[in-house]
């Protein structure tokens, strides 16, 4: 069991989000490397952290090699790192141009900022991660939507969420998540928005347990908004629907040739297995007088198991006959469903029973 604090740096946390997620950091009992340009303000957030956790203050631009080594220099002292926060960020000029007036030269500094200064820091760091550690990239919606005004801005964001989708891939032992805070009543959001009243938008606080809940939690890399984040389950990024048939090749073979179904990956560890593709699934679940109910509309009596293919064709009697052709056999003609869908089933080699349907028929049934 590992005694010592964990380990944090946080960049941009002498005010505003990172200074929000610091505080509540330090109050968990997390050591602390943070940095800000300006020293009288990273001053005063040191003082302030520094009565709860240990804190190593650097001042210093995220953009310049040498403050990035000697922060990650700092966490090394502190015993290693268990996670990164790249917080600090650039806006650009403000008001902020059209990409058509829009400074190369300031452009370029906006992407040293929020783009290579992350990404710079994340290489340096690799090595002194420890296991079960977190990157966290803080991003944006301008990442994702087309704003008038926010090419500059938004677009750096987008190339920080590339980079972190990659390095999810690269470094599937860590987690990496790019995460959008949402509007935020900061200095920057002013900066953005000059001459407006911004003091409507919720404070950083409001992002802080999103953050927390990926940092202390179980979630898989990826992207998030910060105040979504713990307020419903997590979704299902991928349904997959295991089935164990006695006549694997009939079967593969009837997928394959008769759906046209493509395999993305297979395995052979003394038994067979393969993953094929589909554009769409989604999970039934039946009560035993339902499932006899379908049974008897599709098939005339209860003749499915507990696991039963349902798959939503174009054309049912193209499709049926390219399953037959492929080694099913027809249980019962089509039927019209009370729901207007013409269904067909089928069994499959060793008994896997099919449903083809095509939704939307209005027709009598073909029977």
Known sequence: MRLEPKVALVTGASRGLGLALARSLAGRGWSLVIDARGEQALELARAELAARTRVVALPGDVADPRHARALVEAARELGGLDLL??????????????????????????????????????????????PGARLLNVTSDAAVEGYAGWGGYGSSKAALEQLSRVLAAEHPELRVYWVDPGDMNTR????A????????????????????????????????????????????????????????????RLLREGLGLEVAQEWDNGGRGVLLNLEKATLELFDEPQAEWVDRLEAGERVSGPVRLALEVERLEEAARALQEAGAQVVKPPVLTPWGDHNQRLRAPGGLQITLYEAGKTEEPVS
Not at 102 to 124: G, K, S, T
Not at 202 to 225: M, N, Q, T
Request: no cysteine; proline share 12%; charged share 25%.
């Open 193 to 252: 928005f000059p001459g407006e009243d911004v003091s409507d938008r919720p404070p950083p606080e409001a992002s802080v347990p999103g953050l927390l809940e990926l940092i202390e939690g179980d979630w898989p890399s990826g992207r998030y908004k910060a105040r979504e984040v713990g307020q419903r389950p997590s979704r299902v990024r991928e349904f997959r629907f295991a089935v164990t048939v006695r006549d694997f090749d009939g079967v593969l």
């Open 188 to 191: 920057m959001q002013q900066e």
């Open 85 to 130: 926060v790249n917080n600090a960020s650039g806006l650009g000029p403000s008001p902020q141009p059209a990409l058509a007036d829009y400074p190369l030269e300031a452009l370029e500094q906006v992407y040293r900022v929020n783009v290579f200064a992350p990404l710079r820091l994340i290489q340096l760091a690799l090595p002194v991660l420890r």
